[in-house]
């Protein structure tokens, strides 16, 4: 079974479309994380959602949003999407709450055309 | 601004050649160092926590070492099943989402 999820593995779509991502872990954990890793493979945080409240890193515009239906899961929504959302969408899981030992999903390849 | 900044941002190496990885952080209140690794079109794996200065930790060919402004990733007599780009990463001090603020990586080659 494995433990982080990401559904797509691959996503390519036209400017201006909405799309989601999905994410699962079955870990049990409190906390998950979404990270975007760009095309220099520099990974940065974007959210964190731990108990119903989600904190957001605030260079990540608003057309980003994470919505948690329960807590195995947390989906992320891109709306307006533009050229330079393009990159890998890596989902994360941590036991508790501000934990740096995080288990991450296998990314989802995100290309906007 | 937590900044991490990992060097050399490549490194080859012959089986059996020893080598170390570094990793440079300015953090105004250290939560946390940790080393991943991360193999191509997959995501990042955790190897190690290290909290203060002066801690160390091993597995198999790895050893992970730490001072006030700097972490060694020390690999042995690597095997080609090492190669892998290696993340270092601290746990951000407050704000900005809690959550880890990565280093650019080294990429690691390991030749037969």
């Known amino acids: 079974d494995t433990a982080v999820s990401q559904t797509p593995k691959y996503l390519v779509t036209q400017m201006g479309n909405d799309k989601s991502i999905k994410c699962e872990q079955n870990?049990?954990?409190?906390?998950m994380y979404w990270y975007k890793q760009d095309s220099k493979k520099f990974l940065k945080i974007m959210f964190s959602?731990?108990?119903?409240?989600?904190?957001i890193n605030e260079t990540v515009p608003n057309r980003f949003s994470p919505k948690s239906p329960d807590k195995a899961h947390l989906n992320l929504h891109i709306n307006s999407l533009e050229l330079g959302d393009s990159a890998v969408y890596f989902c994360?899981?941590?036991?508790?709450?501000?934990?740096?030992?995080?288990?991450f999903g296998p990314g989802t390849r995100l290309t906007v055309l | 601004e937590d900044q991490v900044t990992q060097s050399p941002e490549a490194l080859r190496l012959q089986e059996g050649e020893s080598s170390s990885l570094n990793c440079s952080y300015t953090?105004?209140?250290?939560?946390?160092l940790f080393w991943y690794r991360q193999d191509p079109g997959k995501g990042p794996e955790f190897l190690f926590t290290?909290?203060?200065a002066g801690e160390e930790k091993e597995k198999e060919r790895l050893k992970a070492t730490l001072t006030k402004k700097e972490s060694f990733l020390h690999i042995t007599a690597p095997k080609p099943e090492d190669s892998a780009t290696y993340l270092c990463?601290?746990?951000?001090?407050?704000?900005?989402?809690?959550?880890?603020?990565f280093g650019k990586g080294t990429h690691l080659i390991i030749q037969p």
């Open positions: 994360a899981s941590s036991q508790v709450y501000g934990q740096g030992e995080q288990f």
């Open positions: 870990l049990g954990h409190d906390t």
């Open positions: 959602y731990n108990n119903k409240e989600l904190i």
């Open positions: 953090v105004s209140g250290l939560r946390g």
């Open positions: 290290l909290y203060s």
């Open positions: 990463a601290v746990l951000n001090s407050g704000g900005g989402a809690d959550g880890l603020t």
